[in-house]
């Protein structure tokens, strides 16, 4: 069964504290990304990879951090330095190009308190 | 400014009945156009996918429509049900770039 996985469905943390959330996908795509959805605001990207070993920041990359070690992996960090982190998390895969559909998987809530 | 204006923010419907959501935007250069469909606390979903030159696209009870010129798309969902609750989004790709979301119109479905 092809598909995006994204764990946990919820994460909570304490204030401080650095985070990672994970996104596998079998579907054999070479391009992933990562979006951060907040209420009421579209999607913005906070970095995307092309290709494993490679990774570009997004729109807002700051206080986050990712690896890309093998095709089916790219986890996402939260560091302590994302002065908002409370948001609900989407990782996406697709053949490179974004001319190309992305496929999302099923996000991760993270709460900070 | 390279962006996706939808509309109605929100729009509650009863079910049965059709429904058209729209969606404006001034990206260019324009490559696609994507309305994805996200129910609550899950991932987007792909509808339809549109390029310069097509001007519909269907999906079962869903119909997409697109204006180039007018920088148009409009979402028409045919004989609702209740699992059409959910949120809806426009997506448009700026080509060689960017995907640029727009902020989604949330329908409820009553019954």
Redesign the interface.
């Known amino acids: 069964d092809g598909g995006?996985t994204?764990s946990p469905k919820y994460l909570f943390r304490k204030e401080g504290q650095n985070v990672t959330l994970s996104c596998e996908q079998n579907l054999n795509h070479d391009a992933m990304y990562w979006y951060r959805q907040d209420p009421?605001?579209?999607?913005?990207?906070i970095y995307y990879s092309q290709i494993v070993n490679d990774f570009q920041k997004g729109?807002i990359a700051e206080g986050y951090s990712v690896s890309r070690e093998k095709k089916e992996s790219f986890p996402l960090t939260v560091t302590s330095a994302q002065k908002n982190p409370t948001a609900?998390y989407?990782c996406?895969s697709s053949i490179p190009g974004?001319?190309l559909?992305?496929?999302?998987?099923?996000?991760t809530?993270l709460t900070v308190t | 400014k390279n962006q996706v204006e939808q509309s109605p923010q929100s729009l509650i419907i009863l079910e049965g009945k059709n429904c058209t959501l729209q969606c404006n935007y001034t990206v260019s250069p324009f490559s696609n156009l994507r309305w994805y469909k996200q129910d609550t606390g899950r991932g987007p979903v792909s509808l339809t996918i549109m390029t310069f030159s097509e001007n519909t696209k269907s999906n079962g009870r869903y119909t997409a429509t697109l204006d180039a010129d007018t920088k148009q798309s409009s979402l028409h969902i045919t004989a609702s049900q209740l699992s059409d609750s959910a949120s809806y989004i426009c997506v448009v790709h700026q080509a060689g770039t960017a995907l640029i979301f727009g902020k989604g119109t949330t329908l409820s479905v009553s019954s």
């Open positions: 995006i994204q009421g605001q579209g999607l913005r990207l729109d609900f989407l996406a974004q001319g559909e992305q496929y999302f998987g099923p996000g809530r």
